[in-house]
């Protein structure tokens, strides 16, 4: 029997998760149905708005995910994040240590005589790489990924559809446990979102990475603080939400009709949280611009569909 007042908020590893905005719904045995209440916070985002510490971010994970140890592996870690930031200045470019090159499979001295020999060097360089290690990163799909900007290990970050950012310690860099064989225990996941992450990017610095959903919210998470900070979020046009910067930009009802953010890129002219590029899945391209005004410095229309990047 089909009930108004129930829906699919989402799927989950194959399970759907129904929720019920209205009175408790009976079965036909009489027995009361679990009655899971809709999210308060607006647009069933996770929060009002306020920060996320690890401890919170790990927590709104599901238990599945979360070890005895994960909030303490996660706090080392990106305590350990901050101070590699500084270090990696130190040390010239070179490749991390998962993307590896066979030094005694199909090695050829390159000669630069002929193109013949450049091709054949060319050909037998990239045959003998190979894949170092492979994690789960992430509970769902993968919509976005972002490498840090290391000089001297890789670091991976990954959005799923559920909201989840993972952040891969891919060659376990002062991690304790670099020989294990296991690389999902370099794996620290977080819940920052309800919906898609849509878009991540790291500041050149590799100091703080920029989360964005189709909840309609834009986080910012700072290496040395901690925190993962909500700096922008959309909103429809009622009166309660004419003082927030993202007013108007959340129309329409149902998936089909409704906005999101399908991008996100920092302004580099600034490289921080303080102004960053946006782009909506109805075509609008905007620029926000956090400093003393607090502004959305122009909103344009520029195509009927989604945009997917903007540069």
């Not at 679990?34 to 238990?63: F, M, V, W």
Request: aromatic share 8%; charged share 25%; proline share 2%.
């Amino acid at each position: 029997e089909k009930a108004d007042s129930m829906y699919v908020d989402s799927e989950r590893g194959g399970k759907f998760i129904v929720l019920n905005e209205g009175p408790t719904v009976k079965s036909d045995s009489g027995e009361d149905i679990i009655n899971i209440s809709k999210p308060s916070h607006y647009n069933d985002r996770l929060t009002d708005g306020s920060d996320l510490n690890i401890q919170k971010a790990i927590e709104l994970c599901d238990s599945k995910w979360i070890q005895e140890d994960s909030v303490a592996k996660a706090e080392t870690f990106t305590g350990l994040l901050s101070q590699k930031i500084q270090l990696d200045g130190n040390y010239p470019r070179l490749s991390p240590n998962s993307v590896v090159v066979n030094s005694t499979k199909n090695k050829t001295k390159k000669n630069n005589s002929t193109q013949d020999n450049e091709d054949h060097y060319l050909k037998s360089s990239i045959e003998a790489l190979s894949v170092d290690s492979v994690a789960k990163v992430v509970p769902e799909r993968i919509y976005s990924i972002a490498c840090h900007p290391s000089t001297t290990s890789l670091i991976v970050s990954a959005g799923d559809k559920n909201g989840h950012v993972g952040l891969w310690n891919a060659d376990g860099y002062n991690s304790g446990n670099e020989n294990n064989d296991n690389d999902d225990s370099h794996v620290h996941l977080f819940r920052l979102h309800s919906r898609v992450v849509s878009s991540l990017e790291w500041t050149s610095s590799g100091s703080a990475l920029l989360s964005a959903s189709y909840d309609g919210t834009v986080r910012w998470f700072d290496a040395e603080t901690t925190k993962f900070t909500e700096i922008f979020a959309t909103y429809d046009e009622s009166d309660i939400y004419k003082n927030q910067l993202g007013f108007g930009l959340h129309d329409g009802e149902g998936y089909r009709n409704r906005s999101y953010i399908q991008y996100v890129t920092l302004d580099r002219r600034f490289n921080s949280s303080t102004c960053f590029f946006m782009a909506s899945s109805n075509g609008e391209a905007m620029h926000v611009d956090l400093r003393t005004k607090r502004q959305m410095t122009f909103c344009e229309d520029l195509s009927e569909k989604k945009i997917n990047t903007l540069r």
